[in-house]
Structures are given as C-alpha cells and as structure tokens.
C-alpha cells in the first residue's frame, strides 16, 4: 500500500500561485492514478484534477480548466498540482489520492474510485 503526504499549502492573495505537493512512500506512485480534491467548509469534497499512470492523460473540474495543472514526476514519486490564478473560492482543504484499479487506464473524477488518500493541506486564497 501507500501513503501519501500533501505539501505547499498556504495562504495567497487573489490572482497569485501555489503549487501543492503529493509525496507518495510505499509503493511507487507510478502503479496508480493520481487525483486531487478539495472539500471547502460546509461543503462536499470535489474533485479537482487526475492523471494517468504514463502522465499523458489528465482530466480537470470545470472551475480549474486552464487555471490548475497536475503532474507527476516517477523519479521523485511525487504528484504535483500547479495552481495560478487562484480565486477565493479556490479557498478548501486539498487531497491527493490514489487509484490503485489494474483494469482502469484513464483516471477517474470519482472519489470512491481512490483507495489510499494523504491528509490533507489547507489552501486559503484571500481577496
């Protein structure tokens, strides 16, 4: 199994970046497919971006498309997610996942698809 360690949350101004990232021990991360997720206060978790084991597949929420990329660096096992532009409604709690499906090749925008899931790191995005 693998664990998964979220890091580079913080807070940041309107229209500034952050890039959070998923640290993976245990296995290599290249065995899943990686998503992200956030959960704001009072709200269901969400999903945010995810990619394919090979990385030339991803899949993003409308409210990222454009703004959000995600990546995955096998040599480093860690997955990456770029955020520019950020909003405040960008503002939650951001999970990395991972998908541990043999038979799944694309990744998926479902979080019941994510078998092993980090801890969480806080993104807070004032106006």
């Known amino acids: 199994q693998v664990q998964l360690v979220e890091s580079g949350g913080g807070l940041v101004q309107a229209g500034g970046s952050l890039r959070l990232s998923c640290a993976a021990s245990g296995r290599t991360v290249s065995l899943y497919l990686m998503g992200w997720f956030r959960q704001a206060p009072g709200k269901e978790r969400e999903f945010v971006a995810a990619?394919?084991?090979?990385?030339?597949?991803?899949k993003y929420a409308d409210s990222v498309k454009g703004r959000f990329a995600i990546s995955r660096d096998s040599a480093k096992n860690t997955v990456y997610l770029q955020m520019n532009s950020l909003k405040p409604e960008d503002t939650a709690v951001y999970y990395c996942?991972?998908?541990?499906?043999?038979?799944?090749?694309?990744?998926?925008?479902?979080?019941?698809?994510?078998?092993?899931w980090g801890q969480g790191t806080q993104v807070t995005v004032s106006s």
């Open positions: 996942a991972a998908d541990w499906t043999t038979s799944r090749v694309l990744p998926t925008t479902q979080s019941h698809d994510y078998d092993y």
């Open positions: 990619i394919s084991r090979s990385g030339g597949s991803t």
